[in-house]
């Protein structure tokens, strides 16, 4: 059952959801090539695909529990603020209740779920970047961190407390960056912060690799 679809009504490349395509994360049609996998909270899956139409953009599918995951909310607030940098930029996206027998399994009992799929630009995972590089785009949003790079839970505790993540904020003398930290606390606080160096990724611009915010907070529990 299709419960929500979001187009930005002022974009003008917005990807149209074909109604031929079930977007089934199994039977995916042979526009969509599966580029990357992983779990949300060890427990829900997601994918990413990419567009063969439009090389530029991804298609994420992201089961989750309920309405109120954080994904959901994150994607709320970004298309509101296509405008920060520090977000991704998103097409379009759709959420569906799945039926029949597709409930997730968790601390032994069933949960019925919903999955989101989002159109969304392709971005550059840091590990594509030498370390040096990556150090230097967190430096020039104020984050001065001298940690491993591999150790994908390092990087949150900069962002663990209300404290911590004022302190990130104020050290940055990057307006939007900022902002983004102004926007996402309310998530922060509901959900818990999940800013691991997996959960960034990197754009590139006329100045160099930019640091994109693309997954800030824990599942819902």
């Known amino acids: 059952m299709l419960l929500i679809e979001i187009r930005d009504p002022n974009r003008k490349d917005n990807v149209t959801f074909q109604k031929k395509y079930t977007f089934d994360?199994?039977?995916?049609?042979?526009?969509?090539?599966?580029?990357?996998?992983?779990?949300?909270?060890?427990?829900v899956d997601s994918k990413v695909y990419k567009d063969l139409q439009h090389p530029n953009r991804i298609l994420k599918v992201v089961k989750v529990f309920s309405m109120n995951d954080s994904y959901i909310k994150f994607l709320d607030l970004i298309k509101n603020h296509q405008d920060n940098p520090f977000f991704p930029r998103i097409y379009g996206y759709k959420i569906h209740e799945e039926e029949g027998d597709t409930s997730l399994k968790y601390d032994n009992l069933m949960?019925?779920?919903?999955?989101?799929?989002?159109?969304?630009?392709?971005?550059?995972?840091?590990?594509?970047?030498?370390?040096?590089?990556?150090?230097q785009a967190l430096q020039n949003i104020g984050i001065d961190y001298d940690g491993p790079l591999t150790d994908s839970f390092d990087l949150r505790r900069l962002f663990d407390s209300v404290v911590d993540r004022s302190m990130v904020s104020t050290h940055s003398l990057i307006p939007k960056f900022q902002?983004?930290?102004?926007?996402?606390?309310?998530?922060?606080?509901?959900?818990?912060?999940?800013?691991?160096?997996?959960?960034?990724?990197?754009?590139?611009?006329?100045y160099g690799p930019q640091i994109v915010i693309i997954d800030p907070c824990r599942p819902e529990e």
């Not at 049609?29 to 990357?36: D, E, Q, V």
């Not at 930290?181 to 960034?200: C, Q, S, T, V």
């Open 179 to 206: 902002e983004a930290m102004d926007l996402l606390e309310p998530l922060f606080r509901k959900y818990g912060n999940d800013m691991h160096i997996d959960n960034l990724m990197m754009r590139l611009t006329k």
């Open 25 to 43: 994360p199994d039977n995916m049609p042979n526009r969509f090539k599966l580029i990357g996998s992983g779990y949300g909270g060890g427990v």
């Open 111 to 135: 949960y019925d779920h919903f999955t989101v799929y989002a159109f969304m630009e392709k971005l550059i995972p840091m590990h594509k970047f030498d370390d040096s590089m990556i150090r």
